[in-house]
């Protein structure tokens, strides 16, 4: 039987190329109205999804009071490794927090009053399904026409890249909402596409709020050390962020790249010669 080594010279490039760039560091961010319960409390580490599996280190934070400002730190990853110098600051003046009180994404949510809770569900969100991180949410008001809430995610590496996935939702049986996200680094801005955080049977089961969908944007690089983070109410009067995900992605290794060209110089100088042999 004849052997192509050419083509598993390639795939072997391919596979050990793959095996020295992997390494992706995951960070979760809960933010939101940190108010002891009434609104929302700290994700209790480490956190089980709802009916999921595995345990992960949450970054829960937010102020008691529903207008929110100051800076937060001291954060690690989903394996509680610690992230030397990141923090997040610089909130705009229009950011806002509420929870619970207000249709939050948990047990025991209401809305006027009116009972209107449920538990995310693993199946719907993976590990997002933490109702203590979507029970509670920073949103802005927009009033009569579009806004942008904005923060700093600062003590970034420049020679990486950060993948973000958003999650917004809250409870409301009048109308529609929805969420744009952005993201400004050395590229420029990424903006997402809407997500409907409410309105009427927009989730599974026929929920009124964003119970299973995300957005996300890929591969933003920190200009300085930071990347700008914005999300604006692009349909309706308000815009809501309840968490995060953050993917730090290493650029390939200098050994793998030079393991890579020479594999590949081996597979054109095979080929060569098969082809000459011909």
């Known amino acids: 039987m004849k052997t192509n080594s050419p083509k598993l010279l390639l795939l072997a490039a391919v596979a050990i190329a793959m095996t020295a760039?992997?390494?992706?560091?995951?960070?979760?961010?809960d933010m939101g109205r940190k108010d002891g319960g009434t609104n929302g409390t700290l994700v209790s580490n480490p956190a089980t999804p709802?009916?999921?599996?595995?345990?992960?280190y949450w970054n829960s934070f937010g102020n008691s009071t529903q207008v929110q400002s100051g800076s937060f730190s001291n954060f690690v990853d989903v394996l509680n490794s610690p992230l030397v110098g990141w923090s997040i600051s610089?909130?705009?003046?229009?950011?806002?927090?509420n929870g619970l009180l207000n249709g939050g994404l948990a047990a025991g949510a209401t809305s006027s009053g009116v009972p209107v809770g449920e538990n995310p569900s693993f199946s719907n969100l993976g590990i997002?399904?933490?109702?203590?991180?979507?029970g509670d949410y920073w949103f802005l008001?927009?009033?009569?026409?579009?806004?942008t809430a904005s923060f700093s995610l600062s003590g970034l590496d420049n020679a990486k890249t950060y993948n973000f996935t958003f999650f917004?939702?809250?409870?409301?049986?009048?109308?529609t909402r929805a969420t744009t996200y952005r993201a400004i680094g050395a590229g420029g801005t990424l903006s997402s596409a809407p997500l409907v955080t409410s309105g009427v049977d927009v989730g599974v089961g026929g929920y009124d709020g964003n119970n299973n969908t995300t957005v996300s944007l890929n591969g933003v690089q920190p200009v300085s050390g930071a990347i700008t983070i914005e999300f604006s109410n692009s349909t309706g009067q308000f815009g809501y962020l309840n968490l995060m995900q953050v993917d730090v992605v290493p650029e390939p290794t200098t050994n793998a790249l030079l393991i890579l060209a020479a594999l590949a110089g081996s597979w054109l100088f095979l080929r060569r010669k098969t082809e000459a042999a011909i």
């Open 141 to 147: 008001d927009g009033g009569g026409s579009p806004a």
């Open 21 to 29: 760039t992997s390494g992706a560091q995951t960070v979760l961010f």
């Open 50 to 56: 709802i009916a999921g599996s595995g345990t992960f």
């Open 128 to 134: 997002f399904a933490v109702s203590a991180a979507t």
């Open 168 to 175: 917004g939702s809250r409870w409301i049986n009048t109308g």
């Open 90 to 97: 610089n909130l705009s003046a229009n950011m806002q927090a």
